[in-house]
C-alpha cells in the first residue's frame, strides 16, 4: 500500500487534494533557483565533475558540454526525495512537467539577460520588466528544454593569479550568454555558456587590472626588432604597426656599446609624428605604447561585432 495512498496534502505540491488532482499551484522561485542551479552543476562535489586528477591536469583546459538527459535524471532524482512510491511519482508527473517548462524559461532568460539581448518568441515583449513578470507568472510562451550548455574547465596558474579572468563564448557571430562562472578550486575555473548552438568562438581576456605601456616583438622578423601598434590620435581600432628604433646603451663612464638595447625614444616619437602627420606630443606616443589585454582564441568562428577591438 505504501506510496498509493492518497494523502490530504501533497508533499511536492503542498496543495491540497481535490477530486480529478492535486490543486494547481505555482512553483517557488527558492525551488526553482536551487534546481535551476542543479541543471548547472553548481553544489555538485568537484570530485563528481572530474574523478581523476589526471583528467585534468595543471595548465590545461577542457571543454565540456552537459548532456541534456543526465542533467534531466539529475533533477527528477531531486523531485523524487519527497515520492513515497510509483503512485506519488505518478501523481506528481504533471508537476515535474511544470518543473521542467519553468526551468526552461528562466535558463533562457538568465542568458538572454547576459547577453542584453531580448528573448525571442511569438509574443513581442516591450519591455523587460514586462519580461520579467510574464516568466515569474507563467504566462510567458510554452518553452521547451531546447539550446545547449557548454563551456571550458581551466587549470592554470593564470586563474589563481588573476581570478578575474574574462571567459566570452560566441556561436555564429553572435555572444552567448554565461550562465555560470565559478572558481572550483583556487586554480580551477568553470565557465558555462547557453544558446542555440555549441559555441564556436571562446576567448580567455586578460583582465584590465591598470594600464601597461610597452613594445612586443616581431616574430616574422630574423632580428629582435620591436614593433608597437599605430594608434590614430582620434582613437579607433589599430592601423599598422610601427618598428622601434633602437640604440646603443651608455656606459657609466660615457662609453658606448655596439649592441642597439636601449629603445631610442626621441627618434620612437618622430616616427609617430611622421605616420600621423603632425608632430607627435606624449598623448600620442603613450597611444601607442599601451598594450592591450591579452587574448587566448579558441576555435574559428567568427568575432562579435559587440565586443569591440
Not at 39 to 53: E, N, S, T
Not at 106 to 125: C, D, F, M, N
Request: aromatic fraction near 6%.
Amino acid at each position: 500500500m505504501s506510496g498509493f495512498q492518497l494523502p490530504r496534502v501533497s508533499t511536492l505540491t503542498g496543495a491540497p487534494w481535490r477530486p480529478g488532482g492535486f490543486a494547481q499551484v505555482s512553483i517557488p522561485d527558492e525551488l526553482v533557483a536551487w534546481l535551476l542551479d542543479l541543471c548547472l552543476l553548481r553544489g555538485v562535489p568537484l570530485h563528481y565533475l572530474v574523478p581523476d586528477p589526471a583528467l585534468l591536469p595543471p595548465d590545461s583546459l577542457r571543454f565540456v558540454s552537459l548532456d541534456p538527459g543526465l542533467i534531466g535524471r539529475l533533477i527528477e532524482g531531486a523531485l523524487a526525495a519527497a515520492a513515497l512510491g510509483g503512485g506519488d511519482l505518478e501523481l506528481a508527473a504533471s508537476f515535474r512537467a511544470g518543473v521542467f517548462r519553468r526551468l526552461a524559461r528562466e535558463l533562457t532568460w538568465r542568458s538572454t539577460q547576459a547577453t542584453g539581448k531580448a528573448p525571442e518568441g511569438p509574443v513581442e515583449i516591450a519591455t523587460w520588466k514586462k519580461a520579467w513578470e510574464q516568466q515569474r507568472a507563467g504566462t510567458a510562451p510554452a518553452a521547451v528544454w531546447e539550446g545547449h550548455v557548454a563551456g571550458v574547465v581551466v587549470r592554470s596558474e593564470l586563474v589563481r593569479r588573476y581570478p578575474g579572468v574574462v571567459v566570452r563564448a560566441a556561436a555564429g557571430g553572435q555572444p552567448l550568454g554565461c550562465v555560470r562562472r565559478d572558481l572550483l578550486a583556487p586554480s580551477i575555473l568553470l565557465a558555462l555558456f547557453h544558446g542555440a548552438t555549441p559555441p564556436d568562438r571562446i576567448e580567455l581576456v586578460e583582465p584590465d587590472e591598470g594600464v601597461r605601456f610597452g613594445a612586443e616583438a616581431n616574430p616574422a622578423a630574423t632580428t629582435a626588432a620591436l614593433e608597437v601598434d599605430y594608434r590614430p590620435p582620434k582613437g579607433g581600432k589599430p592601423d599598422g604597426v610601427l618598428e622601434v628604433p633602437m640604440r646603443p646603451a651608455t656606459g657609466p663612464t660615457g662609453s658606448t656599446g655596439s649592441a642597439p638595447t636601449v629603445i631610442d625614444l626621441g627618434a620612437l616619437v618622430a616616427a609617430i609624428g611622421k605616420q600621423q602627420g603632425s608632430p607627435a606630443d606624449s598623448t600620442s606616443v603613450a597611444r601607442c605604447l599601451q598594450q592591450a589585454p591579452f587574448v587566448q582564441v579558441m576555435g574559428d568562428g567568427d568575432r562579435p561585432a559587440t565586443w569591440g577591438p
